[in-house]
């Protein structure tokens, strides 16, 4: 194959971290939505945030973020990205259409419409694209197609992405995606080297095992997504730390995504954005705590 300039520097960040073999901790952007959407701060500044306040160094993008994705934006990002030794990963991408839908004519639509979002993961320096799974029937057991027309969606996505060396990768979101029957058969479907799973530890089907489930879909994850400890009042069985022994015991290498978001009391008024800042920096810096001592052994 004749290597370009585009398939020689999209090829490079998916050799990043694997190449290296070595543990590291990103940030998923969407761990300060709710101060972001209170307008505290815009997209240009968060790799300060990250550097000043959080001690990181790798940020895992949201589309929603993106005030007007022009080329001249994008290069002040990717600067603002440099001048805080930040290093993007992932491009997670929210509201781009149903990949599963009956609808053929609107999974192409979805297909065409993420397109976009590789060529500025490309410019980024990202190594994946996160899409969703959403479509076809509620109760998504009953439908047996489901798999093959998220299938067929994604190796549109993946022929229009194999020049940038981007992976592409689902999560576990809710509904039928956060089934891991339906993502391992998705996967083995796709049979794609470019295609996994991004394994969000949490976020699971109310009522499944989530253990279990984590188990079952990290064999086919290129990107795994940590979820916070919020105590007995919230959710008794949930244990971040167990979930992050359930990874590094399995054998996961790589990015460890803290995507946390601080909870509020049932009831309780919405705090003011500075308040809502503060708590973010702080619930971040818990999940980080967790992976120190696990994962890094510090």
């Not at 004749?2 to 070595?22: I, Q, S, Y």
């Not at 939505?33 to 300060?48: D, N, R, T, V």
């Not at 499944?208 to 959710?235: C, E, F, H, M, Q």
Request: charged content about 25%; glycine content about 10%.
């Amino acid at each position: 194959m004749k290597m370009t300039r585009r398939t020689v520097l999209g090829a490079l960040p998916a050799l990043g971290m694997a190449a290296e073999k070595k543990q590291g901790i990103s940030l998923a952007a969407w761990s300060f939505s709710g101060s972001y959407f209170q307008g505290k701060w815009k997209l240009l500044e968060l790799p300060g945030i990250l550097r000043d306040k959080l001690g990181i160094t790798a940020l895992e993008h949201v589309n929603q973020f993106f005030e007007n994705p022009t080329l001249a934006y994008l290069g002040r990002l990717k600067k603002a990205c440099a001048d805080a030794g930040v290093q993007s990963t992932i491009l997670m991408v929210d509201n781009e259409g149903a990949t599963a839908s009956p609808d053929a004519a609107e999974r192409k639509r979805s297909a065409i419409a993420h397109r976009k979002w590789f060529d500025v993961g490309h410019e980024l320096g990202c190594y994946a694209v996160r899409c969703n799974v959403y479509g076809g029937a509620q109760d998504w057991k009953s439908d047996t197609d489901l798999v093959s027309r998220a299938a067929e969606t994604m190796l549109m996505m993946l022929d229009y992405a194999k020049e940038s060396g981007l992976d592409l990768i689902v999560e576990n979101h809710g509904g039928a995606s956060s089934d891991p029957g339906v993502l391992v058969a998705l996967v083995k479907k796709v049979n794609h080297p470019k295609f996994g799973l991004l394994c969000d530890l949490g976020n699971w089907n109310k009522g499944s095992d989530r253990y279990a489930n984590s188990r079952k879909i990290l064999p086919y994850a290129k990107g795994l997504s940590v979820k916070g400890t919020w105590g007995p009042d919230v959710d008794p069985a949930f244990d971040a730390e167990k979930l992050v022994k359930v990874a590094l015991d399995f054998g996961y290498v790589g990015w460890w995504g803290i995507e946390v978001t601080p909870r509020r009391a049932q009831g309780a008024a919405k705090r003011p954005a500075d308040e809502q800042f503060a708590e973010e920096v702080k619930t971040v810096l818990e999940a980080k705590a967790i992976i120190e001592r696990v994962v890094l052994k510090k």
